[in-house]
């Protein structure tokens, strides 16, 4: 079955804020299985236009990723979020076909 992500981009005006929603969301989001992949690390820019912070969130199926963001406990603590970021999510199904260049 394939894993489930978030994928957030994100400016941040008050990091000690977005300590506040991590702090509100690690319990939830533990709940689901949650494996942070990419949280804020050092980027390249090769292409525009682009946020300052990347995260990359790992989840067991697309439905739990799905599942976690839709709960009560998540909303609220988005609300922190929203409160000191602006960006943009997206939750998507993980892909388990070929690779290579027979793609």
């Given at each position: 079955m394939?894993?489930?992500?978030?994928?957030?981009?994100s400016?941040v005006?008050d990091?000690?804020?977005l300590?506040?929603?991590?702090?509100?969301?690690r319990?939830?989001?533990?709940?689901?299985?949650?494996?942070?992949?990419?949280?804020?690390?050092?980027?390249?820019v090769?292409e525009?236009p682009?946020?300052?912070?990347?995260t990359?969130?790992e989840f067991?199926?697309?439905?739990?990723a799905?599942d976690?963001f839709n709960?009560?406990e998540?909303t609220?603590?988005a609300k922190?979020?929203h409160?000191?970021?602006e960006?943009?999510?997206?939750?998507?199904?993980?892909?388990e076909?070929?690779?290579?260049?027979d793609?």
């Open positions: 394939p894993k489930g992500y978030w994928i957030a981009n400016d005006s990091m000690e804020g300590m506040k929603y991590r702090a509100a969301n319990k939830i989001m533990t709940k689901y299985g949650a494996k942070f992949l990419v949280m804020h690390g050092q980027q390249i090769p525009r682009y946020r300052s912070k990347q990359l969130v067991p199926t697309f439905q739990d799905v976690c709960t009560s998540y609220e603590a922190l979020r409160a000191v970021a960006g943009s999510m997206v939750i998507v199904e993980g892909y076909g070929p690779q290579g260049l793609l």
